[in-house]
């Protein structure tokens, strides 16, 4: 019997990858084939499975612009061969959408469908701006209306006189290019030509502008200030807002181009932060990380666990790998039963926690000399079998400080990083116009791989900001002669970000 395909009519939210909901990302992750507008962010297809079909339909005028009819007949025709579909809207999938007519094909052609709402552009845009669409001083009511109709429409649906009398908040979806004829409208029905008007550019992404004017001037303050679609227009009293209101803008890394240096993984991780403060993450991959656990000297410390007193893992990458390695042998953590484990850091600490370990002991500076130092004065280490598990390229500081005090040490490297063959034309240019305001590098590897694609001279003769994670990335930044502005006190990610806003909002 043939397998029965599915359609899920999803709304894609705002515009922030995180803004979709819970039910939205867990069928993004499932789903087979996925057919997405436009206006969703790209970033929503990490989620997506590795064999997913991907169908981008965008419907803007131009080379390989998509017609309504066009995206229907795919989306019924992906169904039908029985595949679980994600058609993925931007917003809300219902909301000045074409909802109804991809709904009533499906139903028409059997297909079972259900539609998963999402945040619609309006009420994310006037929140992300600190705009209260229903601020009981100015507004108890709401309209969202299109500023574009159907094409081809010779009636309106618009009453604009009692849009221009409505006792409340007015939202405007699709409006930029009708702006003059909105507010030409608005006035001639009665509105007074002060009523305060704000159009919200790009919301919720870190490149989101607030434009703001009374009615009779707003087409000439968007004019000059280049706004382009999607914007909202938030007409009404409302729209004035208190600008101590707007939380989002007011972070200290808002609109801050910030690089990540890292392996992919890691450059995901440093992104989400970012995005999380405000700023807007430029990932730039430098390295791979490549486990070393087939060789046989792994496998030899492997077996030999249970004669050490202390094993010690020097970063999350190591855990990481560590324990693909254990699960792919059919063992678990109980191996660590009978010895300690020591941590470079917190970070790594809670990287055992997710595998049900806790670290016996984590130094409360994190370098590996502090680490070597304060263990040495947590224990005697005299005669102690310490396995270090951890990058090939890792100095030799810490286990020169362990034979120092005198243990036995065995430094068995668990992963190397390799250099990516990442093309920095296209950042190194960024950096030259003034477009990129901090680098971020979190390791020594990542400064080699980074200015082996783009000279340091570039970035020391540009206005570009560089922030080392802690001193040994920042002696490798010495050594290649790149200024180093920023040392993060705590040698950590969230450390290094930290100090970064601590200059931003000086």
Request: glycine residues 8%.
């Amino acid at each position: 019997m043939a397998k029965k395909g599915f359609a899920y009519l999803v709304g894609a939210g705002p515009g922030r990858a995180d803004l979709i909901t819970l039910r939205g990302a867990e069928l993004i992750r499932s789903a087979e084939c996925i057919i997405v507008d436009k206006l969703a962010n790209p970033a929503l297809l990490e989620m997506a499975r590795s064999d997913a079909e991907i169908i981008n339909v965008p419907k803007r005028i131009g080379p390989g612009s998509f017609t309504q009819d066009q995206i229907n007949r795919i989306l019924v025709d992906k169904a039908l061969e029985g595949k679980i579909v994600v058609r993925l809207k931007g917003g809300d999938p219902c909301m000045f959408g074409r909802c109804t007519e991809e709904a009533m094909m499906l139903n028409e052609a059997g297909v079972g469908f259900e539609i998963v709402p999402g945040i619609t552009a309006a009420i994310a845009a006037a929140e992300y701006a600190g705009i209260m669409l229903t601020d009981r001083r100015y507004s108890s009511q709401v309209a969202f209306i299109t500023g574009r109709e159907a094409e081809g429409k010779e009636d309106t649906n618009l009453d604009w006189n009692v849009l221009a009398h409505f006792p409340g908040t007015l939202v405007f979806y699709m409006g930029i290019g009708t702006l003059g004829l909105i507010a030409e409208n608005l006035m001639a029905n009665g509105m007074p030509a002060e009523t305060p008007v704000a159009l919200v550019a790009n919301a919720t992404f870190p490149t989101q502008r607030v434009v703001r004017a009374p009615l009779s001037g707003i087409v000439q303050t968007c004019s000059r200030a280049r706004i382009e679609p999607p914007a909202l227009i938030i007409v009404g009293p409302a729209a004035e807002g208190d600008t101590e209101l707007n939380w989002f803008m007011q972070q200290p890394l808002f609109g801050k181009s910030i690089v990540a240096t890292r392996d992919p993984k890691g450059n995901a991780e440093l992104a989400r932060k970012i995005v999380d403060r405000g700023g807007r993450p430029v990932e730039f991959t430098t390295v791979t990380i490549k486990p070393q656990t087939e060789s046989n000297e792994f496998l030899k410390a492997l077996a030999a666990i249970t004669d050490h007193d202390w094993v010690i893992f020097t970063s999350p990458n190591g855990v990481a790998v560590f324990f693909d390695a254990l699960g792919k042998l059919g063992k678990d953590a109980r191996i660590f039963a009978a010895v300690k484990l020591a941590t470079l850091g917190v970070k790594t600490a809670k990287s055992l926690e997710r595998y049900g370990i806790r670290a016996d002991f984590v130094p409360t500076v994190f370098t590996g000399q502090e680490l070597g130092r304060q263990l040495m004065a947590h224990t005697n280490l005299r005669d102690k079998k310490i396995l270090l598990l951890r990058s090939e390229l890792a100095s030799n500081e810490l286990p020169e400080l362990l034979l120092k005090a005198g243990a036995k040490v065995w430094d068995v490297p668990l992963y190397t990083a390799v250099e990516a063959e990442e093309d920095g034309r296209e950042l190194s240019e960024q950096i030259q116009s003034g477009a990129i305001d901090w680098l971020t590098f979190a390791s020594p590897s990542s400064v080699r791989a980074f200015f082996a694609r783009i000279p340091p001279e570039t970035v020391n003769a540009s206005q570009v900001r560089v922030a080392s994670i802690g001193p040994v990335s920042g002696a490798e930044l010495d050594k290649l002669g790149v200024r180093v502005d920023l040392e993060a006190p705590e040698h950590t990610v969230d450390g290094m970000l930290d100090a970064i806003e601590g200059i931003e909002a000086r």
